[in-house]
């Protein structure tokens, strides 16, 4: 498959009609159905994560994208008009408050001097690349490709980036999925590639995960399934729902 990589921006990227690994994670954890109707979803959270990731990945870009806004008490008329002052200056910016940028801060300070985290962010960051498979359109961002050592890195945030806990996760949303579908589109080795974690909490600990041959197992089976759905609704237009419980003659599912 002839793969077209593009230098575009994350807006562009999503906007794609393609389909994606978030996309195959949705489909793979609930359905076609719910991936069709997804509506678009933000927290404080994920605010925090992609400050996170941008300032780790992409930190020539941090202060254009985002606005720290300056520390002040917002019950008093003061704090508020600081507040207010600071929001219409940061109209076209993702706006942080001090303690989100203290977290940023100390995760940069921990990943700057974590030597394998630094290892596994050598490489293109952000690059687009679009192809088929199958047939199907597909799409896929990684944060990091390095084409001469051969590997692929992602960064995610976490509440626990302990082994444990951080296992636990890439079942919980998918990683692994995520994982073999860029490894899949990209003819990558799927034991190349590396999760760089980050805990969002002090002391922010940086550690960096490979998959052991059972996980590579699971999120290619993971893939599979939800691919088999798509593709199929891709080819036929008929949109499914649980297709891994077994649906009775009533309509019922049995558990």
Partial sequence: MALIKKNISNQDYHSHPAISASGLKLIYK?????YLNRQPFSSAAMTLGSAVHTGLNEPEKFYNEYYVLPKADGRTAEGKRI???AEEIAKTKIILNDSEMEIVKGIKANFDNHETAQYYS????????FGEMDGVPVKVRPDNIN???KFISD??????NSPSAFRSDIYKY???LQAAFYCWVLGYDPRCFRFITTETKYPYSVEVYAMSDKMIEDGQKAL??????WSFYFKTKMVTTYTSAE???DGSYLL
């Fill in 30 to 34: 609930k359905s076609v159905y719910h």
């Fill in 83 to 85: 507040k207010a002052e």
């Fill in 122 to 129: 050598q490489g293109e960051k952000e690059a687009s690349f």
């Fill in 147 to 149: 084409e001469i050592l």
């Fill in 155 to 160: 960064i995610k945030t976490c509440q626990d």
């Fill in 174 to 176: 998918g990683y692994h």
């Fill in 224 to 229: 599979s399934k939800a691919w088999g759905d």
């Fill in 247 to 249: 649906k009775l003659e």
